[in-house]
């Protein structure tokens, strides 16, 4: 038995641009060929260019690429930019950065080269409070305070038709969900069970207020009894399914705390009791985002009292309102954020991403049951100023993709696809700026007979 030659081997030359930021990872990274992935292992040979390095002796790691250009939404500042996803290739943004209304754009991806509808107007005020979350594979529910009105709390669902390739959104009437102004807060949207919403915010007296509704098509019907969650004042919340039938809403208090509670929502829409109030963090919490990651298990992400990106586990037993339990909460990066956002790709793991004050950034995580565990590499989704998009600016696809909405260096909406790679990811630095590399990738596989 002799070895394979490496005359018999193919090998793949690569010329490749390192971050605009010395001794940083690129938002676009080279791969290992996708053929290679049987290899034993893979051996970067070669590397030339100005001080480079490859930043680990193994190349095979783990981590998000980001290799299309940003597309611009809206060349205009935004106040916030939320996506969700309704499948694969078909996703929703929200904002309310044109003409001082409130409005939303269909994304469809192909790869990761994402492309905007034409502009939908969801309401013609300048909404400073809004939420949107997904219902089925071509529909959407939208809530928010109505600016051009008289400031009640107000919810339209929004349909997406795709004609010869192109995104059109359609919305049904707006509905009306209180009878009185709420108050200028974080909101927030979500289906508890199959045909109801739900939404969290903070109602006329300042109080952490929930209330439901039953829709059928795009027909939201009247609302039943708001329920009180908290009645200290709210500067931040999120609401998500925790099992079919029960809501978890979270939310940070004028006292400084953060605290969580899950309620019975039924098919009529009618709210339960609350459950007994779990605090999540003793310190104020910003960009709250909760999560179902699947039944009895949600996973809420936010800006701890540090200012770092974090996130926890929440569970409940079975059936069960009255208790929370918690795991250890994880920073994923010690240093200031301007904004946090998180989504599961599938029930064991999922992406956090971030605007650190310089770079965009993100970096998957897994789930063991109440343990999240963070990859070794946080990944930059821009290599230079980005300005950060607020909580809810990231959606995942179930394949590893992830679409990042957020504001960028120039201040207009933008949108950027990721992929998430295992064993794959070739990070070439440079200890310059923008450094052109050169590098050839050898597969080395096991010893077989010639003959």
Same mark, same amino acid.
């Given at each position: 038995?002799?070895?394979?030659?490496?005359?018999?081997?193919?090998?793949?030359?690569?010329?490749?641009?390192?971050?605009?930021?010395?001794?940083?990872?690129?938002?676009?990274?080279?791969?290992?060929?996708?053929?290679?992935?049987?290899?034993?292992?893979?051996?970067?040979?070669?590397?030339?260019?100005?001080?480079?390095?490859?930043?680990?002796?193994?190349?095979?790691?783990?981590?998000?690429?980001?290799?299309?250009?940003?597309?611009?939404?809206?060349?205009?500042?935004?106040?916030?930019?939320?996506?969700?996803?309704?499948?694969?290739?078909?996703?929703?943004?929200?904002?309310?950065?044109?003409?001082?209304?409130?409005?939303?754009?269909?994304?469809?991806?192909?790869?990761?080269?994402?492309?905007?509808?034409?502009?939908?107007?969801?309401?013609?005020?300048?909404?400073?409070?809004?939420?949107?979350?997904?219902?089925?594979?071509?529909?959407?529910?939208?809530?928010?305070?109505?600016?051009?009105?008289?400031?009640?709390?107000?919810?339209?669902?929004?349909?997406? /038709?795709?004609? $010869?390739?192109? +995104?059109?959104?359609?919305? %049904? #009437? !707006? &509905?009306?969900?209180? =009878?009185?102004?709420? @108050?200028?807060?974080?909101?927030?949207?979500?289906?508890?069970?199959?045909?109801?919403?739900?939404?969290?915010?903070?109602?006329?007296?300042?109080?952490?207020?929930?209330?439901?509704?039953?829709?059928?098509?795009?027909?939201?019907?009247?609302?039943?009894?708001?329920?009180?969650?908290?009645?200290?004042?709210?500067?931040?919340?999120?609401?998500?399914?925790?099992?079919?039938?029960?809501?978890?809403?979270?939310?940070?208090?004028?006292?400084?705390?953060?605290?969580?509670?899950?309620? /019975?929502?039924? $098919?009529?829409? +009618?709210?339960?009791?609350? %459950? #007994? !109030? &779990?605090?999540?963090? =003793?310190?104020?919490? @910003?960009?709250?985002?909760?999560?179902?990651?699947?039944?009895?298990?949600?996973?809420?992400?936010?800006?701890?009292?540090?200012?770092?990106?974090?996130?926890?586990?929440?569970?409940?037993?079975?059936?069960?309102?009255?208790?929370?339990?918690?795991?250890?909460?994880?920073?994923?990066?010690?240093?200031?954020?301007?904004?946090?956002?998180?989504?599961?790709?599938?029930?064991?793991?999922?992406?956090?991403?971030?605007?650190?004050?310089?770079?965009?950034?993100?970096?998957?995580?897994?789930?063991?049951?109440?343990?999240?565990?963070?990859?070794?590499?946080?990944?930059?989704?821009?290599?230079? =100023?980005?300005?950060?998009?607020?909580?809810?600016?990231?959606?995942?696809?179930?394949?590893?993709?992830?679409?990042?909405?957020?504001?960028?260096?120039?201040?207009?909406?933008?949108?950027?696809?990721?992929?998430?790679?295992?064993?794959?990811?070739?990070?070439?630095?440079?200890?310059?700026?923008?450094?052109?590399?050169?590098?050839?990738?050898?597969?080395?596989?096991?010893?077989?007979?010639?003959?």
């Amino acid at each position: 038995m002799s070895g394979l030659g490496f005359s018999k081997v193919i090998k793949s030359r690569f010329s490749t641009t390192t971050c605009a930021t010395a001794n940083a990872p690129a938002k676009a990274k080279e791969l290992i060929p996708e053929g290679y992935t049987g290899a034993t292992s893979n051996i970067i040979a070669h590397l030339n260019g100005e001080n480079v390095y490859l930043e680990s002796a193994d190349p095979e790691r783990d981590g998000l690429n980001f290799p299309t250009a940003v597309v611009e939404i809206a060349a205009t500042n935004p106040d916030f930019g939320k996506v969700v996803r309704l499948t694969d290739t078909l996703y929703v943004a929200l904002s309310n950065v044109v003409d001082s209304a409130l409005n939303s754009w269909a994304i469809t991806i192909d790869g990761t080269t994402p492309t905007a509808s034409e502009l939908a107007e969801v309401n013609a005020g300048d909404n400073d409070s809004a939420d949107l979350c997904r219902l089925s594979d071509t529909t959407f529910a939208v809530a928010y305070r109505d600016n051009e009105g008289d400031d009640y709390l107000a919810a339209r669902i929004g349909t997406v /038709t795709i004609t $010869a390739g192109v +995104a059109t959104i359609a919305y %049904g #009437t !707006e &509905k009306e969900l209180t =009878a009185a102004a709420i @108050t200028e807060d974080e909101l927030s949207i979500c289906e508890p069970r199959s045909g109801v919403l739900f939404v969290s915010y903070a109602d006329g007296d300042d109080d952490v207020a929930g209330i439901a509704a039953t829709y059928s098509g795009t027909t939201i019907a009247d609302p039943g009894t708001v329920v009180e969650f908290d009645t200290a004042a709210p500067t931040d919340m999120s609401c998500c399914k925790m099992e079919e039938g029960i809501v978890f809403v979270v939310w940070t208090d004028v006292g400084g705390s953060t605290y969580a509670r899950c309620a /019975t929502v039924s $098919a009529a829409a +009618a709210i339960g009791t609350p %459950g #007994t !109030e &779990k605090a999540i963090n =003793a310190g104020i919490s @910003t960009y709250i985002n909760a999560r179902f990651v699947e039944k009895d298990k949600v996973i809420v992400g936010y800006e701890d009292d540090a200012n770092d990106p974090t996130a926890i586990i929440c569970t409940i037993a079975a059936g069960v309102v009255t208790t929370i339990s918690i795991g250890t909460a994880v920073a994923f990066l010690t240093g200031t954020v301007t904004d946090v956002g998180i989504d599961m790709i599938d029930n064991t793991q999922g992406i956090i991403s971030w605007d650190d004050g310089t770079y965009g950034q993100a970096i998957r995580f897994s789930v063991s049951g109440t343990t999240i565990t963070a990859d070794a590499v946080i990944d930059n989704y821009v290599e230079t =100023a980005a300005t950060g998009g607020g909580k809810g600016g990231i959606a995942c696809a179930t394949n590893g993709k992830c679409v990042r909405v957020y504001e960028d260096a120039d201040n207009d909406l933008a949108v950027l696809v990721g992929q998430y790679y295992e064993d794959r990811i070739i990070d070439v630095r440079a200890t310059g700026a923008s450094a052109t590399a050169t590098f050839t990738v050898l597969p080395i596989y096991e010893y077989e007979t010639i003959n």
